[in-house]
């Protein structure tokens, strides 16, 4: 079962004891692995400029998000729908994702904490974008070679309604050099045999009586050459398609069969390089976007704890691993030990659902992108949950 993380934060004054043995009391031992998520102190500008950043954070999380979503689906693709491969690259910083979060620390040095959140939020934004454009860039690359390589393959391995007719059309049995005659290829069903021999020269006027020639056939289709007047061709292949049958398209050119043959090899290895090039682009964009998204959750928790517990900042932030099924047992826990922190803006219904009272609050909270977790429902404390696609 996948791991989902949840994310909160608390105000220390509220423990009596070590607040993160605490938390691990309330979550559970059997419900979660709590561990430390630490967050380092940052710029705090205005009341309106936090509310502002708390939204600006909210849409750049959920572009981390998308562009995590996009890179797992396209590593996925390029490994044949293979889960566990795909799992196997999904590193950051050359190790394990979970690993990463375990010991996650704000990097300094590419994000100075002396810096205006809303320098950094920017930042991010556009390192986020920058990712998203280089791996849809690669992906799409590959996605052309593999369609180019998999039409070239038909042209080899398909049957007569596809495949290249160069290696088994002899150009000695078309008429080519006339002024009034052509010669066509028709590839019809094998269940549509007797008909087509049966009625081809009625199909249009001017059709060349006894002209039907069986030049190749397949488990699936016979390949014709029929001889019309150059006048009626159009009429005639209009007729064809219409009962069913697939003119082909045939132009001898020397040395043809070589030629496509090179073009193979050619995009065959050419498909290798670039799925290569994929693969590595797909590895360094999860671990690029992953890395964006800790620092945007960092940024995140740190701006609602602002605006929920107030200065002096003293609070202790945790992420906790757990599945999505034992995530909802995690919610619950942490309500009951700690949803009188909403004061008198929350109740509780009669399933002891923590319910919001306080309509005013409720609109200033919803504007700013604070405490909302899925169904729309509000915590009394900082909380965010995530599952890695």
């Known amino acids: 079962m996948p791991s989902s993380y949840v994310f909160v934060s608390l105000p220390v004054r509220i423990f009596d ?3 993160l043995e605490s938390l691990k009391a309330v979550v559970g031992p059997d419900n979660g692995e709590v561990f430390q998520f630490p967050i380092p102190s940052f710029k705090i500008g205005t009341l309106d400029a936090l509310v502002q950043q708390a939204d600006d954070l909210t849409k750049l999380n959920q572009g981390c998000e998308a562009v995590m979503s996009k890179v ?3 590593l996925k693709s390029i490994l044949d729908g293979d889960e566990a491969k795909a799992a196997d690259h999904k590193m950051v910083n050359d190790k394990p994702t979970d690993s990463y979060l375990r010991t996650f620390q704000w990097n300094k040095g590419r994000y100075r904490t ?12 556009s390192e986020l974008q920058n990712a998203d454009m280089d791996v849809k860039a690669k992906f799409n690359q590959y996605n052309g ?3 180019n390589l998999a039409a070239l393959q038909r042209k080899q391995t398909g049957n007569l309604s596809t495949k290249s007719l160069l290696p088994i059309v002899d150009p000695k049995l078309l008429v080519t050099d006339s002024e009034y005659l052509e010669t066509h290829l028709i590839a019809v069903p094998a269940n549509a045999r007797k008909d087509f021999i049966k009625s081809y020269e009625t199909l249009a006027p001017m059709v060349v009586p006894r002209s039907s020639l069986e030049v190749a056939q397949d488990d699936e289709f ?3 050459a029929v001889t019309t007047f150059k006048k009626t061709s159009a009429e005639f292949l209009q007729k064809a398609r219409e009962q069913k049958w697939t003119p082909r398209q045939y132009k001898y050119v020397e040395g043809g069969k070589e030629e496509e043959k090179r073009e193979l090899e050619r995009v065959v290895k050419e498909e290798r390089k670039v799925w290569g090039e994929a693969l590595r682009q797909g590895r360094t964009s999860w671990s690029e976007t992953v890395v964006f998204w800790a620092h945007t959750m960092t940024l995140r ?6 605006l929920r517990y107030g200065l002096p900042l003293e609070f202790v932030s945790v992420v906790i691993k757990t599945t999505s099924k034992q995530a909802k047992k995690v919610k619950s826990n942490l309500d009951s030990a700690y949803s009188y922190l909403g004061g008198n803006a929350f109740g509780r219904d009669k399933k002891g659902r923590v319910t919001k009272d306080d309509a005013a609050l409720s609109s200033d909270m919803a504007a700013a992108g604070l405490g909302v977790g899925e169904g729309n429902e509000y915590t009394a404390y900082v909380y965010y ?3 890695f696609p």
Do not use: H, M
């Open 17 to 19: 004891d070590d607040p």
């Open 222 to 224: 016979a390949l014709f």
């Open 145 to 147: 070679v593999k369609t």
């Open 72 to 74: 797992s689906e396209s």
């Open 114 to 125: 002396d810096r205006p959140i809303g320098e950094l939020v920017s930042n991010l934004q």
């Open 301 to 306: 928790v740190f701006v609602e704890t602002v």
């Open 385 to 387: 949950e995530y599952e």
